[in-house]
Structure formats: C-alpha cells, structure tokens
C-alpha cells in the first residue's frame, strides 16, 4: 500500500466510521540501540552462538570416528546419539545465533512500502543493490567481523557432515541387493533376534514343523568371519517365515510342486510394497499380514496378494531335507526379495 492509499484509507475510515488513521506506532529503542556496551555483549553472545555451532559440527565429525558402526545394537545407539547430538548443537546453535542477530542488532524501525510495477529495468537493478546495500548496512554486517567471520566459519563446516554421511553410501551396490546367503544345502537356522554366532546355531528338522507353527529362520552360516560387517544388511535380505500346512490344503503350481517339502513351505519375510516385515501368521485362514500397510498374502498359493497395496507376491524359498533330515535350501531365491522396484530394475 502507498503512502497515499495509506492516508487516503485513513480518510475514508474517519469519513465512514469516524476513526482515524492511527500510523506506525513510536519506534522504541532498544537498549542495544542506545548503549554501546550492550550492543557489544549482544555481539558477542552471537557470536558465542556461531561458536557453539561449530563445535557441535566438529563434535559431529569427531563421534563418527569416534563411535563407529558395529554389529550390536547398542553400537548404532551410541552412534546415532552422538552423531545426532553434534548434528542438533550445530544447527540449532546456527539458527539461535541467527534469531539474536536479528532480534538485538539489526534495524527493527517499521515501515511503509510503495509498491510499484515489477519490471526488469536498469532503475530496478540500482534499487534492488541500494536494497542490499542498505540491508548490508542495518545488518551491520560490513562493520561486524566478528560476527561475518563466525558466521562464514559456521556456515564453511556446516556442510562436512553430510559429505561423511554421503561417504557411508559406498560403491554402488550392483547386483547385491538381487542376491542372499541362501544357496544350495544350505541349512534353516531358527533366528535368534540377532546375529547366531556359528556355535549357537540351531538347524531345524523336518519332524520339528508342525502343523500351524511359523518359525522365523535365517540362512546357516550368516555369523561366520566372512559376513563381518555386512551381517545385519545380509539378515535384512535372507529373513524368511517357516510354515507347515496340511498338504492336500496347498494348491501349488506343478512347476513349483518340488519347493516345498511335505506341507512345509519357505518364504521371504520382506514385504514386496515397501521392505517392511512380513511377521504375522494367520493359522485358521494361512494368511500372512504385513503390518506397515496391510498387504496380505494366501500361504496355500505361493503367497500371492490377496489384500493391500503389494504388488507381487512374497519370493519362494526353494526347500528339502538333506541326509540328516535336516530342512536346507535348494537354490537362492529365483527373484529378488523386497519392494516389487528391484524386481523391475534388475538387470
């Protein structure tokens, strides 16, 4: 609103209503406005603020390598809190310093602004730099170096953090997300809710699956030296529920006749529409559910969908006994596990 639109308003209000234009309120200076030693103390206090900041990014760094990512789950606690402790001083430091620039040092006189036609005229470039020039002047930050250089060192570190976390990504991944531990004689290991060293796994035999048992089993071996460092990213993947229905209930396709071994059947715990675990097991209706969306899938027909957002049914196991009588794996999975988009990308 103009000037003029501004009094003209006021007019026109006294005119209908009586009242008239009150204006601006009286600017009311601050203490840092008046008084030297204040304006310095508020500088400082942004200061100490942009300092903060990069000790938290520092500190961000520091527990990277300080805290490294292991196996257990109290290694990724302890990681994550501290990493995400340096990470929170950091901005929240940056942000709270900036907040006090503003509030206690920049100009807070309030005013009216004309509006006027938005071309791109050469007029309008020397306004839009007098703007900034002006803006540099009440921000005072030409006649502040303590605060531009605290400000400038923040924001120079600030983007460190995510280069490490960048780092983490690794090599590309190629066809290991199409691939598992699962292989031909492969033994099913009961999952303990963690990583089983090689001494405390538990194969499973046959006779051990009854009827309307679900069992939660991993791939024999997943503990051994040569998966250290990738055991838990390897579970994600080879996880599979373990079932046993009547076999005349199983209506399987005769290419498939031979994947299951006398009613038991085999297949991968991670839901096809977005990774989530496929862990509740229905016994009256073999229905698994996944609990994130509500896919559902028919255990008596290769675990098709019948019900949610899942667009293909949970991958098959290939399983039969070995000599022992032992429940192994005849091959890997045939098709990739997890969200139906690798299966689409694979190459």
């Given at each position: 609103m103009t000037s003029k639109e501004h009094s003209g308003g006021g007019s026109q209000l006294e005119e209908l209503n009586g009242f008239t234009n009150p204006g601006l309120p009286e600017h009311k200076p601050r203490l840092s406005d008046a008084d030297p030693r204040a304006q310095k103390v508020a500088e400082r206090q942004v200061a100490l603020w942009f300092i903060a900041s990069m000790i938290g990014t520092i500190w961000f760094i520091v527990a990277y390598f300080l805290f490294p990512l292991e196996e257990s789950m109290q290694s990724i606690r302890i990681h994550t809190m501290a990493v995400g402790l340096g990470a929170a001083v950091a901005m929240f430091s940056l942000g709270a310093g900036a907040v006090l620039w503003a509030k206690n040092l920049m100009s807070d006189h309030e005013g009216i602004d004309?509006?006027?036609?938005?071309?791109?005229?050469?007029?309008?470039?020397?306004?839009?730099?007098?703007?900034?020039?002006?803006?540099?002047?009440?921000?005072g930050i030409a006649r502040r170096p303590l605060l531009r250089n605290t400000l400038i060192a923040a924001l120079a570190i600030a983007p460190l953090p995510a280069i490490l976390v960048f780092r983490d990504l690794g090599p590309l991944p190629g066809d290991a997300l199409f691939k598992t531990l699962w292989g031909e004689?492969?033994?099913?290991?009961?999952?303990?809710?963690?990583?089983?060293?090689?001494?405390?796994?538990?194969?499973?035999?046959?006779?051990?699956?009854?009827?309307?048992s679900a069992y939660h089993v991993l791939p024999s071996g997943i503990g051994d030296d040569s998966n250290e460092g990738k055991a838990l990213d390897e579970k994600a993947k080879a996880a599979v529920l373990l079932m046993r229905i009547d076999p005349k209930e199983l209506k399987e396709?005769?290419?498939?006749?031979n994947w299951s071994h006398d009613g038991i059947v085999a297949y991968s715990k991670i839901c096809t529409h977005v990774g989530c675990p496929v862990a509740l097991y229905e016994h009256q209706t073999h229905h698994l559910l996944c609990p994130c969306h509500q896919s559902t899938f028919d255990v008596t027909e290769h675990?098709?969908?019948?019900?949610?957002?899942?667009?293909?049914?949970?991958p098959q196991l290939p399983i039969t006994v070995d000599s022992e009588g032992y429940l192994v794996a005849q091959s890997d999975f045939p098709e990739p596990v997890g969200p139906t988009f690798w299966e689409i990308n694979h190459p």
């Amino acid at each position: 609103m103009t000037s003029k639109e501004h009094s003209g308003g006021g007019s026109q209000l006294e005119e209908l209503n009586g009242f008239t234009n009150p204006g601006l309120p009286e600017h009311k200076p601050r203490l840092s406005d008046a008084d030297p030693r204040a304006q310095k103390v508020a500088e400082r206090q942004v200061a100490l603020w942009f300092i903060a900041s990069m000790i938290g990014t520092i500190w961000f760094i520091v527990a990277y390598f300080l805290f490294p990512l292991e196996e257990s789950m109290q290694s990724i606690r302890i990681h994550t809190m501290a990493v995400g402790l340096g990470a929170a001083v950091a901005m929240f430091s940056l942000g709270a310093g900036a907040v006090l620039w503003a509030k206690n040092l920049m100009s807070d006189h309030e005013g009216i602004d004309e509006r006027h036609d938005i071309h791109g005229s050469e007029e309008d470039q020397a306004i839009a730099l007098e703007i900034l020039h002006q803006a540099k002047e009440e921000s005072g930050i030409a006649r502040r170096p303590l605060l531009r250089n605290t400000l400038i060192a923040a924001l120079a570190i600030a983007p460190l953090p995510a280069i490490l976390v960048f780092r983490d990504l690794g090599p590309l991944p190629g066809d290991a997300l199409f691939k598992t531990l699962w292989g031909e004689g492969v033994r099913l290991i009961r999952d303990p809710g963690g990583i089983p060293s090689p001494d405390s796994e538990r194969p499973i035999k046959a006779e051990e699956v009854t009827i309307g048992s679900a069992y939660h089993v991993l791939p024999s071996g997943i503990g051994d030296d040569s998966n250290e460092g990738k055991a838990l990213d390897e579970k994600a993947k080879a996880a599979v529920l373990l079932m046993r229905i009547d076999p005349k209930e199983l209506k399987e396709d005769p290419a498939r006749a031979n994947w299951s071994h006398d009613g038991i059947v085999a297949y991968s715990k991670i839901c096809t529409h977005v990774g989530c675990p496929v862990a509740l097991y229905e016994h009256q209706t073999h229905h698994l559910l996944c609990p994130c969306h509500q896919s559902t899938f028919d255990v008596t027909e290769h675990c098709k969908v019948i019900f949610g957002p899942a667009k293909r049914p949970l991958p098959q196991l290939p399983i039969t006994v070995d000599s022992e009588g032992y429940l192994v794996a005849q091959s890997d999975f045939p098709e990739p596990v997890g969200p139906t988009f690798w299966e689409i990308n694979h190459p």
